[in-house]
């Protein structure tokens, strides 16, 4: 255990119960973050006090200590890393719960706490950077994952240590200097701003990291997305086409057996252009392919499913525009038909880079200053391909 620095693979000291202590509560009792900081804290004094008056420690406070841990893990998850202030009942955690990979591909859940408004009260700076640190692990979670949430909530968790360290330095307090120089208090205030400024730095390049991984992420998750379109789309039509010939044999009609395999071809033509179609956008290093990754990973996924389908649909009209006549021209002959009708469906399926997003402008939170403004700029300069780029 340590206070005031950094706890990796933090353990609490682990103590019996002493024989007056209260009678262990159930285990479904909530322990919050600061719930532990606030027994944490007054572990802390009764070691301090114990120790400047020569007693030992009251092991109930340690026992409570204790029991609100093992608490908080169960349900969190172990503490990987601690910063606990050491003059104020406040502290920043990052916890990592393993779960069973049936809920979760990923193995571990991180997730970064907060409890610092006791320490912050006095110094609205650090608290506002403490709140960025927050907000941008708070998207963090939503949106990555595997060992690049992990990475970022680890330098998040870094930064939010060194703000709060920074609160725990002693400020001596001199006699006012002669009038006309500024005064220990307003030195104070210079050297805050400038450290605060130095740690907004490196969050604003954690959220750059995060924006680069964030988009990187998203593209994959369209990927799968648009394969599930074609699977579904592959597995509808394989299960229409026979419906649609059972149907002309019951009626006693025209057999358009030749009609429907040529209609399925152009379904499927379709919906693997309008694939390649977003394959190369995303291959493209002029940034013609663009996402809202923070509308969350569900919907990201989502999106890439309806692009086959839209595929799909271009094929369909591609095919009614061609057996109406309405063009007026000739088919190279009935062997060619497949080849003809396909290949003019699979161009067909690029078209669906014209389709608009239903999404629309998805509003960002929390964002940092040079983040968020090179955010705007490329947002601006992307206008146009956005909406039809994904």
């Not at 003059?87 to 916890?95: I, N, Y």
């Not at 429907?260 to 694939?275: K, N, R, T």
Request: net charge negative; proline share 6%.
């Amino acid at each position: 255990m340590a206070t005031g620095t950094t706890l990796e693979e933090g353990v609490a000291p682990r103590a019996a119960a002493p024989p007056d202590a209260p009678e262990q509560r159930d285990g479904s009792e909530l322990v919050t973050f600061p719930d532990l900081v606030r027994a944490h804290q007054g572990w802390e004094r009764e070691l301090y006090g114990a120790d400047r008056d020569g007693q030992k420690p009251d092991r109930a406070v340690e026992w409570e200590f204790n029991r609100r841990w093992r608490q908080f893990e169960r349900k969190y998850g172990r503490i990987e890393t601690a910063y606990w202030s050491v003059r104020h009942a406040s502290a920043v955690a990052l916890t990592i719960k393993d779960v069973p990979k049936k809920h979760r591909r990923d193995e571990r859940i991180p997730k970064f706490h907060r409890a610092t408004d006791w320490a912050t009260r006095d110094e609205p700076d650090v608290a506002r950077a403490l709140d960025e640190c927050e907000i941008l692990a708070a998207r963090t979670e939503e949106i990555l994952r595997g060992p690049s949430e992990l990475i970022a909530l680890r330098r998040i968790t870094a930064v939010a240590s060194h703000l709060l360290g920074y609160v725990d330095r002693a400020w001596g307090r001199e006699s006012p200097p002669p009038t006309g120089q500024p005064t220990p208090d307003w030195l104070h205030q210079a050297d805050c701003k400038k450290f605060v400024e130095t740690q907004k730095e490196e969050l604003e390049d954690i959220e750059r990291f995060y924006r680069r991984t964030g988009n990187g992420q998203a593209k994959i998750l369209f990927f799968w997305g648009m394969v599930q379109g074609l699977i579904f789309l592959a597995l509808a039509t394989a299960v229409a086409g026979p419906i649609i010939w059972a149907v002309d044999e019951i009626n006693g009609g025209p057999d358009h057996w030749g009609e429907e395999q040529l209609l399925a071809i152009c379904v499927m033509a379709g919906a693997l252009g309008a694939f390649l179609s977003v394959l190369t956008r995303m291959a493209a290093l002029s940034g013609k392919f663009h996402l809202d990754f923070e509308v969350g990973r569900t919907n990201v996924r989502w999106l890439g499913l309806y692009r086959p389908l839209v595929g799909g649909i271009f094929g369909v009209a591609t095919f009614m525009l061609l057996a109406s006549g309405i063009l007026q021209t000739n088919t190279p002959g009935p062997e060619q038909d497949y080849a003809y009708y396909g290949i003019l469906a699979f161009f067909s399926g690029f078209f669906e880079r014209f389709t608009k997003l239903p999404t629309g402008d998805i509003p960002s939170v929390g964002e940092t200053g040079a983040a968020a403004k090179a955010d705007k700029a490329e947002s601006a300069a992307g206008a146009g391909q956005a909406q039809g780029g994904a």
